[in-house]
């Protein structure tokens, strides 16, 4: 069972920036796409960003776009989500997800994506 851990949100002001980090069990974690997801208080979760397992395709979400970069490094079993250039709207809780099923589409969608952990929080106050 792969276990994933996210750290590094935190309280922050508009403009600031955050690097969340996302820890991975198994030795599996390069063949998995990985993505990131957030849910704001009161809505929907939404897709935020990918990566590729070997982290030269990316998606982002047009609302991060120029903002957000995620990264990944297979030697530490570890996918990243630099936050720059905050903004309120960016609060919520992120959540780290693995897409273990080996396929050359990269998911934008919470569907493929078998393994979630359990969240950090971002709060970014204006």
């Known amino acids: 069972q792969v276990q994933l851990v996210e750290s590094g949100g935190g309280l922050v002001q508009a403009g600031g920036s955050l690097r969340l980090s996302c820890a991975a069990s198994g030795r599996a974690f390069s063949t998995y796409f990985m993505g990131w997801f957030r849910q704001a208080p009161g809505k929907e979760r939404e897709f935020v960003a990918a990566i590729s397992r070997s982290g030269v395709r990316t998606e982002y979400a047009d609302s991060v776009k120029g903002r957000f970069s995620i990264s990944r490094d297979n030697t530490k079993n570890t996918v990243y989500l630099q936050l720059n250039n905050l903004i309120p709207e960016d609060t919520g809780d992120y959540y780290c997800?693995?897409?273990?099923?080996?396929?050359?589409?990269?998911?934008?969608?919470?569907?493929?994506?078998?393994?979630w952990g359990q969240g950090t929080q971002v709060t970014v106050s204006s």
């Open positions: 997800a693995a897409d273990p099923v080996l396929s050359t589409v990269l998911p934008t969608t919470a569907g493929p994506y078998e393994y």
